[in-house]
């Protein structure tokens, strides 16, 4: 199983940028997939999830509002569109994949799969 993670870059305060999930080695149809972020010296902290089958998304109040979480499923993607981006959301973000689906948790250890990360910065 994969995870291919992109869309990362430099982005100044206000702009937008949409991430991208490839999965590959197996099909997700009942998986959650969820996005994380990572700033240096923090720990590792839930952004949004989506539920593969049904497509509920849940997200962090810090986000709300300003990012979506979307699937395409004949790409087998997830993407993370990010609006109105503010200096603190600089951090690596990695995607994640809970293939049971049972529930959707923000915990990063309920999530078996990990994408490499990309790189999100955005400057003031």
């Known amino acids: 199983v994969q995870l291919q993670a992109s869309g990362g870059g430099l982005v100044q305060a206000g702009g937008s940028l949409r991430l991208s999930c490839a999965a590959s080695?197996?099909?997700?149809?009942?998986?959650?997939m969820g996005w994380f972020r990572q700033a240096p010296g923090k720990e590792r902290e839930f952004v949004a999830a989506?539920?593969?089958?049904?497509?509920?998304?849940y997200y962090a109040d810090s986000v709300k509002g300003r990012f979506t979480i979307s699937r395409d499923n004949a790409k087998n993607t997830v993407y993370l569109q990010m609006n109105s981006l503010k200096p603190e959301d600089t951090a690596v973000y990695y995607c994640?994949?809970?293939?049971?689906?049972?529930?959707?948790?923000?915990?990063?250890?309920?999530?078996?799969?990990w994408g490499q990360g990309t790189l999100v910065t955005v400057s003031s």
């Open positions: 994640a994949a809970d293939p049971s689906g049972v529930v959707v948790t923000t915990t990063p250890g309920s999530y078996d799969y």
């Open positions: 080695g197996r099909t997700f149809s009942r998986a959650v």
């Open positions: 989506i539920k593969w089958r049904g497509g509920s998304t």
